[in-house]
């Protein structure tokens, strides 16, 4: 019975608070994935990649950054992921087609890997908002390929890892500022020979070379 009633209470604020408070959707100002530097230090994308237009209706990203960073050493390559949502609200426009942000976690075995290592950490790298701050971090197999995945919504000022956390945050931001706009940050690395370790410090080598520059194409 107590269950019933907060469901419907949270229902009801739901209803409130898209429907009474939010009455002037508001999209932030920002610059184009097509500006985003190609060479970050040591790391150099040669070709940011195209996503079809079936899979971007899909996804319902208004603007995206997809390439593959390979350091100048020619070891290590990182796929870099961004996939901007100037709203996450279908009737407000934005993308192709549903715009709320599809959570990797439940992407991926549709795409034939397993995830084998599933953890929310805290990052602790310079470049992210204050707020919040942890991240999901997964470790996934498809046969004996094995790939590390960082990945989180960056939303409004927010880092969040959590899915229901960002669905609570669009309702309350939209109530509150007008504002439904977030994004999707992933990185995802090959994990070489069982060499975790090395993947990680890939990782940890590009990521605050692409968040130190995001706060131009993801509005806080």
């Known amino acids: 019975m107590i269950k019933l009633v907060v469901t419907i209470g949270f229902l009801l604020l739901n209803a409130y608070v898209y429907h009474v408070m939010a009455r002037n ?20 994308c040669p070709d940011a990649q195209t996503i079809s237009d079936d899979i971007l209706a899909n996804l319902g990203a208004t603007d995206y950054l997809a390439c593959v ?13 961004v996939g901007y949502h100037e709203t996450q609200v279908r009737e407000e426009g934005g993308g192709a087609g549903e ?5 990797p976690a439940h992407c991926l075995p549709g795409s034939g890997w397993d ?9 602790g790298l310079p470049g992210l908002p204050e ?6 971090r997964l470790v996934i197999a ?23 956390k960002k669905i609570l945050y669009v309702g309350w931001d939209r109530g509150t500022k007008g504002r439904t706009d977030g994004s999707l940050i992933r990185f995802t690395v090959p994990i070489r020979k ?12 590009i990521a605050p070379l692409v968040l130190e520059r995001l706060d131009r194409y993801v509005p806080v």
Do not use: C
Request: hydrophobic letters at 35%; a negative charge.
């Open 69 to 81: 960073f390979r350091h100048v050493d020619g070891r290590d390559s990182v796929d870099v992921y």
């Open 25 to 44: 959707p508001f999209i932030p100002e920002r610059e184009s994935f097509a500006e985003f530097p190609m060479r970050l230090g040591e790391w150099a």
């Open 194 to 205: 069982g060499e975790e370790d090395e993947a990680e410090r890939a990782f940890r080598d």
């Open 131 to 136: 707020e919040d701050g942890r991240v999901k």
């Open 142 to 164: 498809k046969g004996n390929a094995r790939q590390l995945v960082y990945y989180w919504y960056q939303s409004r000022g927010r880092v969040i890892a959590d899915d229901w």
């Open 115 to 123: 995830i084998i290592a599933n953890e929310t950490v805290e990052l």
């Open 99 to 103: 715009n709320s942000i599809h959570p």
